[in-house]
């Protein structure tokens, strides 16, 4: 069964905190992506990275950075927490990208920034 | 650019009841689209997905959704909802980003299914 894994459900940082969501993915894939989930706006992607040490911006990165060392895993960084990014958090990964893949989501991160 | 419209942020129906979530969408190129589930506290999961061929696809659970070209439309039906569909759905279309392709979503339709 395919896996993508989140390091934590839930998560409370201070404003100006540096802040890491990891995702781990076991199914070999190239492709990963990072989301976040807000109420009456959908998903909206963050960053994406199409191989390891790759990354492309996605409709929403300011205020995020990512690290993507090794293939299975994916990081989103914040690098100075604001509460305007209290949000979840959605990862997922796909096979090389042709458009016609099926992406594969983790549980999410509910992180609340104080 | 793509977008998608999902027409309907709420959509209350009773068990057994039929049910159809609208979709429409925009995009200057030929589509693949998608439909994704969430179940509470869950991440998404794939229901279905359009690419070609037949515009009927058939996916998981008895849903079922229907490609219109003429119409931009992509509808998620269901004959009989369960209780347990109760959940929020939400419609993609798969873009060309820099020439990599990523799911541009709806903002969702939150099923809700009663007694």
């Known amino acids: 069964d395919v896996k993508v894994t989140q390091s934590s459900r839930y998560l409370v940082k201070r404003t100006g905190e540096k802040v890491f969501l990891e995702c781990v993915q076991d199914?070999?894939?190239?492709?990963m992506f990072w989301y976040r989930q807000d109420p009456g706006l959908g998903l909206r992607l963050i960053y994406f990275?199409?191989?390891?040490?790759?990354?492309e911006k996605g409709d929403i990165p300011e205020g995020y950075s990512v690290s993507r060392e090794k293939k299975e895993r994916f990081s989103l960084i914040l690098e100075s927490a604001s509460t305007n990014q209290t949000s979840m958090y959605l990862c997922?990964?796909?096979?090389?990208?042709?458009?016609?893949?099926?992406?594969?989501f983790g549980p999410g991160t509910r992180l609340l920034v104080l | 650019a793509q977008s998608v419209t999902q027409l309907d942020s709420q959509v209350p129906v009773f068990e057994e009841a039929p049910v159809e979530l609208r979709c429409n969408y925009s995009s200057s190129v030929s589509v693949y689209l998608f439909w994704y589930v969430q179940y509470p506290n869950q991440g998404l999961q794939l229901l279905l997905k359009y690419l070609s061929g037949s515009t009927l696809v058939k996916g998981i659970n008895g849903f079922e959704a229907e490609f219109n070209k003429s119409q931009t439309s992509f509808h998620l039906r269901k004959p009989s909802v369960h209780i347990s569909d109760t959940a929020e759905y939400f419609c993609?279309?798969?873009?060309?980003?820099?020439?990599?392709?990523?799911?541009?979503f709806g903002k969702g339709t939150m099923l809700l299914v009663s007694p």
């Open positions: 990275s199409y191989d390891v040490k790759m990354k």
């Open positions: 993609a279309v798969s873009a060309s980003n820099s020439g990599y392709s990523t799911l541009t």
């Open positions: 997922a990964s796909s096979p090389p990208i042709s458009g016609k893949e099926t992406q594969y």
């Open positions: 199914m070999d894939h190239e492709n």
